[in-house]
């Protein structure tokens, strides 16, 4: 019954972390989990020249655990869930890394499948990380997206 | 009273500073940040988007309202980006 949270520059393992998050408990009957990564272009950027050539992760470190933490707890809350991980990764980013782990076990699918989801929709919208996209065409902080907030509607 | 003041991504860029301790007679977020917006410059451009800004007390998600109180940790930062 862990609910644990990592903010670190190195990669992630998913096959390792989801054997940690199940190892001593033979009630978990579904695992369920999504892995973010760095796409190379946007849907909007028409030229190669807008090709993202790295990305720069910022967090407010401590307030990120923090929060991440009081989240996890409202899934615990809300869904019958056994354990939860999320592993958040900051610094320098290149397109097809891995940038977010999250994982959760439950004793049936239903319930870490919208878990899963609404600890994501909360990421993308409450959690403080920032994104700096490098281009060819020079250097920007990418946009809140609506379609973002309009997920994390749902579950309010 | 003393708040430590924090600044993070477009908004610490623009400003060129991280953080900052700031000795002030505001009672809420509002008002300090009408003070640092009366410093003029990059303050009263990058502090004005209100719209835009988000505000964080004790790295607690805070309104305009919010009151500070003394040694106060307050965050301004854009909308976030993570995931």
């Given amino acids: ?156 | 009273m003393k708040v430590h003041v924090l600044y993070f991504a477009s908004v610490r860029e623009a400003l060129g500073i991280g953080s900052e301790t700031i000795d002030t007679q505001a009672q809420n977020v509002d008002e300090l940040r009408s003070e640092l917006i009366a410093k003029g410059g990059q303050y009263a451009e990058v502090l004005s988007h209100t719209r835009v800004l988000k505000t964080a007390l004790n790295q607690d998600m805070c309104t305009a309202s919010t009151l500070l109180t003394e040694g106060c940790e307050l965050a301004f930062f854009p909308p976030v980006t993570g995931g």
């Fill in chain 1, 1 to 156: 019954m862990s609910f644990t949270v990592s903010i670190q520059v190195e990669d992630f393992d998913l096959s390792k972390e989801i054997a940690l998050l199940r190892a001593d408990d033979s009630s978990v009957g579904a695992v369920c989990s999504f892995v973010g990564t760095v796409r190379e272009r946007d849907e909007s950027v028409q030229t190669p020249e807008g090709n993202i050539s790295s990305l720069e992760l910022e967090h407010y470190p401590g307030m990120t655990e923090r929060s991440i933490q009081q989240f996890m707890q409202s899934a615990r809350e809300r869904f019958n869930i056994n354990a939860a991980r999320v592993v958040h990764r900051i610094g320098l980013l290149l397109p097809k890394d891995q940038i977010v782990l999250v994982a959760v076990t439950s004793a049936h699918r239903g319930e870490s499948f919208r878990a899963c989801e609404y600890l994501m929709d909360y990421l993308k919208t409450q959690a403080p990380f920032w994104k700096k996209e490098q281009t060819a065409l020079g250097a920007r902080w990418v946009d809140a997206r609506v379609s973002d907030e309009q997920a994390m509607a749902r579950w309010v």
